[in-house]
């Protein structure tokens, strides 16, 4: 299959900051790539180095095809970018600003109001197309955003943290019409701190950690490879969880991972049913009555668990919109 997006070692350091140490990446034309990483683990220094924003250090890369070194021109018109550097001007209103991009990219104006009356039709903005961008909710803005990055009918699109912020309801609506854009035809890289996200958008994942990808494969290699079977026990009372965490990690060879809120405790399972059975026996000789005892295949929680030895920050907001304060601001 062709390759849409190829990057070999590239490198980027800010000052004295190595912001990026390695990064290889190889999207197949077609498929999406999720680039997942907490934040500063490089994720839009690679995108704008992709995009040719920002030039790296070291390293080379192919976009579309082209050269981005020496073909920086044709990877701008083979591409387009959405995220944390959004192309919208505030003030003005939807329709104006797809126009406008589409005028800037020559189009013509007759050309790019046929393509804003198409888009604002394909991402729901019709009857919000005459106001102001800036009155926009945060899920109309991000579709705004995607919009207008596909004004010139990219090959390649760049997502940087496209649904950061937004609630359940809305990433689903993205990822939908991140999914259309995919059936079409276009290659997709996005970046997200969502496990979940990556999990349901992407062919590949890459996980990026400090500025190097420390994993690479599809969600269920990554899953298999890097965590395989657990074994979960929800304990019935506070008092019954120390026992069961005590207990569970006698016989862990792995990281042991309790969620307090849950009352559930996890390990992973090595020896498979001996673990099982140990386990069941234990617990019952100290007379604990488990409220759930349950074999699982891990989830990209427990591999990025792994991964990183970073856990909670990466969880999904619930399902209410709440937003979690380490992710209202976003560094540059
Ligand atoms: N312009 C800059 N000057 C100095 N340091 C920067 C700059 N941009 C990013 N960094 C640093 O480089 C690292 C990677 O940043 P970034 O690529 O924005 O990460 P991410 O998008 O994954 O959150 C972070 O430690 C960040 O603080
Ligand atoms: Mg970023």
């Not at 991972?257 to 069941?280: F, K």
Request: proline residues 4%; glycine residues 10%.
């Amino acid at each position: 299959m062709e390759t849409a997006i190829s990057a070999e070692g590239l490198r980027k350091r800010y000052g004295n900051h190595q912001a990026l140490s390695r990064v290889d990446l190889a999207v197949p034309a077609g498929t999406i790539l999720a680039v997942l990483g907490p934040n500063g683990a490089g994720k839009t220094t690679t995108v704008r180095i992709l995009t040719t924003l920002l030039e790296p250090d070291e390293g080379r890369a192919t976009v579309a095809g082209y050269d981005l070194a020496t073909q920086a021109r044709d990877v701008r018109a083979s591409i387009g970018l959405a995220g944390q550097y959004a192309s919208v001007d505030e003030r003005l209103t939807g329709r104006e600003n797809l126009r406008l991009i589409g005028v800037l990219l020559h189009q013509g104006r007759r050309g790019a109001k046929a393509r804003a009356e198409e888009l604002l039709e394909q991402f729901g903005l019709v009857a919000a197309a005459d106001r102001p961008a800036k009155t926009y909710s945060g899920g109309m803005r991000r579709r705004l955003d995607l919009a207008a990055s596909l004004v010139g009918r990219p090959q390649v699109l760049f997502l940087d943290e496209p649904t950061t912020g937004l609630d359940l309801t809305g990433r689903r609506t993205l990822w939908d019409m991140i999914r259309n854009q995919v059936a079409e035809g276009v290659t997709v890289l996005l970046t997200t701190q969502y496990l979940e996200e990556a999990d349901q958008l992407a062919d590949r994942i890459a996980v990026i950690d400090r500025g190097t990808v420390i994993a690479e494969g599809t969600p269920d290699q990554l899953k298999r490879k890097l965590g395989g079977e657990r074994l979960e026990v929800s304990a019935a009372s506070h008092t019954d969880l120390a026992t069961v965490e005590r207990t569970l990690s006698a016989l862990s060879c792995g990281d042991t991972v309790t969620h307090p809120e849950t009352r559930t405790v996890s390990i992973p399972l090595t020896d498979g049913v001996s673990t099982i059975a140990a386990a069941a026996k234990g617990l019952e000789l100290l007379g604990i009555e488990p409220q759930d005892f349950a074999v699982r295949r891990s989830t990209l929680d427990d591999v990025f668990l792994a991964l990183t030895g970073q856990q909670s920050t990466h969880k999904e907001p619930k399902a209410t919109g709440a937003i979690p304060a380490s992710e209202e601001k976003q560094p540059a």
